[in-house]
């Protein structure tokens, strides 16, 4: 393995600490939803009241919370480490909002816990945990996820050993959530089936969905997520928006905002006004933090680089200035309309196809063969246009 794909302790307890807080919201929220309807439906079936109670086992369920922080801390390479984050946080999610969707309780009425450990184990247990959150079961979910980031890590002469005895703890773990009377059958086969689910659709080989697709998909859970606890209207468009959005870059449609001479029409405000709000606010706190350095900088000859810049800003461009504008995001700025203007969208965070980038690289040598300077610029100025104006520069060492 070598060091680029090997992630750094502090890349690992970035992703453990968000998938742990995203966990600590949403877990407790759907179990206090349950609570205030308090729901009574279960999924017990009829054999399930024969079956016994072992206190001891909730020793290997309460491990579930140390395989959680081992697998970000064991698992091998930025890609596995990245997969590892997205399953879990997709199956947290998914989990979530099937509980707020349809809420149950626990079927079965617990026998009293006479050992001392194990009572104090239930004790912790029953703090942060109530009888709901039942399908699927998270824990089960959880350890389908953590053999597929676990097992990469066992290697060596004692490889089959290991993995044997890792089998057998997560194993173990998944049947302590029925013989604890934390969940029922169906909640287990619930919860194989989301880590299946997560594991196959987040592959760590490249093939996984986009990761920004991933995130607006998974923002629109916790929108949905939110309409559950609080009902409002807002939230159900703030869940739909954001979906439309994460199709487009599914589809890596760059075009998806249908831009056209630097402004939106009114419909797109309207499908996509909490993304279009969000870059406009991150602009202005961009302009904020770096309101001491200059709005755009000088890359080539002829060629200035940087983000959507405003009206006071775009005076200090030549007078000559052709623009070509790379954001998707930002209608443009009123006082470089009236300029020789092109617009060629790109998504954010995705490298521009070559088709595009040569589309672009050639409207950039048009404006250049009549002599003119030209202004070339995302929304923030920090990657499409640089990595244009570079691929640009190189054309012109060849």
């Known amino acids: 393995m070598t060091q680029a794909a090997s992630p750094s302790m502090r890349e690992r307890v970035i992703q453990l600490a968000l998938n742990g807080a995203l966990f600590g919201i949403c877990y407790p929220l759907t179990n206090y939803l349950a609570h205030r309807q308090q729901t009574a439906r279960s999924l017990a079936l009829p054999f399930e009241a024969d079956l016994p109670f072992l206190q001891w086992m909730v020793l290997p369920y309460m491990t579930s919370g140390l395989f959680f922080m081992l697998s970000f801390l064991l698992v091998p390479g930025r890609a596995r480490l990245s997969a590892l984050s997205r399953r879990l946080a997709f199956s947290t999610v998914a989990a979530c909002v099937l509980f707020a969707a349809f809420p149950m309780r626990f079927g079965l009425a617990r026998p009293a816990v006479d050992a001392a450990l194990p009572a104090w184990l239930f004790a912790q247990l029953s703090a942060m945990d109530q009888?709901?959150?039942?399908?699927?079961?998270?824990?089960?979910?959880?350890?389908?996820?953590?053999?597929s980031a676990l097992r990469p890590a066992v290697t060596g002469a004692a490889a089959p050993l290991l993995r044997a005895a890792?089998?057998?703890?997560?194993l173990l773990l998944a049947a302590s959530t029925v013989f604890t009377y934390q969940h029922h059958f169906a909640d287990v086969a619930g919860g194989a089936l989301l880590g299946a689910l997560a594991v196959r659709l987040m592959p760590p080989d490249g093939r996984a969905a986009k990761p920004v697709a991933f995130c607006y998909t998974l923002l629109a859970?916790?929108?949905l997520l939110a309409w559950f606890a609080s009902g409002g209207a807002w939230c159900l468009y703030l869940c739909a928006s954001l979906l439309l959005v994460a199709l487009a870059y599914r589809r890596r449609d760059a075009g998806f905002l249908h831009k056209r001479a630097g402004s939106y029409p009114a419909w797109v405000w309207l499908l996509y006004a909490?993304?279009?709000?969000?870059?406009?606010?991150?602009?202005?706190?961009?302009?904020?933090?770096?309101?001491?350095?200059?709005?755009f900088a000088h890359h080539s000859e002829g060629l200035w680089v940087g983000r959507r810049l405003s009206n006071a800003e775009a005076a200090?461009?030549?007078a000559d200035c052709a623009v070509i504008d790379l954001s998707n995001e930002?209608?443009?700025?009123?006082?470089l309309r009236g300029r020789p203007y092109r617009h060629f969208p790109l998504l954010d965070l995705h490298a521009p196809d070559p088709q595009s980038a040569q589309a672009i690289l050639a409207a950039i040598a048009g404006y250049a063969s009549q002599g003119r300077t030209i202004y070339l610029h995302c929304a923030m100025g920090y990657q499409r246009s640089r990595q244009i104006a570079q691929l640009y520069k190189e054309q012109g060492q060849q």
């Open 274 to 295: 909490p993304y279009l709000g969000g870059y406009l606010l991150t602009w202005q706190l961009v302009r904020w933090r770096e309101r001491h350095s200059p709005p």
């Open 316 to 318: 200090g461009l030549p």
């Open 330 to 335: 930002l209608s443009e700025t009123r006082a």
């Open 221 to 223: 859970g916790l929108a």
């Open 131 to 147: 009888p709901y959150n039942q399908l699927p079961s998270l824990h089960v979910a959880y350890c389908v996820i953590f053999w």
């Open 166 to 170: 890792l089998a057998a703890c997560l």
